[in-house]
């Protein structure tokens, strides 16, 4: 149910470049109760008294010096396209084509010179009452729209946080850490963000990107666990483990980040060369999330020690992956990366992983 504020206390504009004109309606209005009544003769002023004081009624003249009352409605409605123009026309003319004109520029009503008292109020009362409705509406809808961009951004939150859990699930299983995703997903942020994708792709891929090795989780520890190197038989088992993340993350197609994340756990071994797997899928064929995850695992992969294997430095990763351009990797996205290795590098610093007696990270 809504209630309006009282209406005598609205805000009432009133321009006429007859000050006779001016000092009656004030007189009208204030012996009405009226509280908040302002007013100019230089209809210059017209459009900055409406909006300093955020009137909610304008007694307009039409015939006016330097500025005639269609000019103000004129950048009125450029100032305020969306909103309800309470405009309340003062004229002597009442012309069918002054009355239309008025209309189309934006009055509500006319108010006919000479002033009749009754009429003056009535009218004033009845477009008040609109406006005020207008207004309660409109902040309602404000509220309402704040109120579902929080709760839109908390499901947001709680579903990213969920699929980080999960994708550490993977990671602990294989790796016992949950750096990785943290720092594949920032760098693939980085890379999406050089690419020049649009901010709401950006950040999809920086909170799918987490999942790119879900399916890990259905690899029997004899294979993931393997301290040396798999045998064929051994890695054509590892290498399902991204049919089984896309199958762990399919039926969601109508949730973009859902959709995202399948498209990644599917295509992140793709090459651009169309040797990698499962799909072997080549050049722009592989999904642009794929080819950028793919940059950022290996570099983090290679870079990253492991129980079973010491790190590489930057500049061995960096020449590697420069030597696999046009062939492992999208070319386009190699100089890209090179780009904001200064960047990735800060962030990795910062989230480097921690191993039993290792005292160096």
């Known amino acids: 149910m809504l209630n309006l504020p009282n209406i005598k206390s609205a805000h009432i504009l ?5 000050i006779v004109n001016v000092k009656l309606l004030e007189k009208i209005l204030s012996n009405a109760g009226y509280q908040n009544i302002f007013s100019t003769t230089d209809s210059r002023q017209a459009v900055d008294l409406f909006l300093e004081h955020d009137i909610d009624t304008l007694l307009l003249d039409i015939r006016m010096p330097h500025m005639d009352g269609f000019e103000v409605m004129s950048e009125l409605n450029n100032h305020l396209s969306d909103d309800y123009l309470p405009i309340l026309v003062l004229t002597a003319e009442i012309t069918s084509e002054v009355r239309a004109k008025a209309l189309q520029s934006g009055a509500k009503d006319f108010l006919t010179k000479p002033f009749d008292q009754l009429e003056v109020l009535q009218r004033i009362h009845n477009i008040l009452e609109v406006r005020l409705l207008h207004k309660q509406i409109r902040h309602q809808n404000e509220q309402l729209e704040a109120e579902v961009r929080k709760r839109t951004l908390e499901l947001e939150n709680s579903r990213y946080e969920v699929i980080e859990r999960l994708g550490q699930a993977a990671e602990f299983k294989d790796n016992e850490t949950g750096n990785h995703i943290l720092r594949m997903s920032k760098y693939s942020r980085l890379l999406a963000q050089a690419y020049g994708l649009p901010n709401d792709e950006v950040d999809l891929i920086f909170l799918a990107a987490p999942m790119h090795d879900i399916g890990k989780i259905g690899i029997p520890d004899h294979v993931l666990l393997k301290p040396g ?11 399902t483990h991204v049919e089984l993340g896309g199958e762990l993350l399919s039926g969601s197609d109508e949730i973009p980040l859902m959709e995202k994340a399948k498209n990644i756990a599917l295509s992140h071994h793709e090459k651009w060369d169309g040797s990698g797997y499962p799909n072997g899928l080549s050049g722009e064929e592989i999904p642009i999330e794929g080819r950028i995850c793919a940059v950022c695992d290996v570099f983090d992969a290679l870079t990253s020690e ?3 294997k010491e790190a590489w430095s930057v ?5 590697l992956i420069r030597s696999e351009s046009g062939k492992h990797f999208d070319p386009s996205l190699v100089p890209l990366f090179d780009s904001i290795l200064e960047d990735v590098l800060a962030y990795r610093a910062e989230h480097l992983d921690h191993f039993p007696g290792n005292e160096n990270d």
């Open 14 to 18: 009133i321009v006429d470049d007859q």
């Open 315 to 319: 500049e061995k990763a960096m020449d």
């Open 306 to 308: 492991r129980p079973y």
């Open 229 to 239: 190197k798999l045998d064929p038989e051994e890695w054509t088992i590892m290498q």
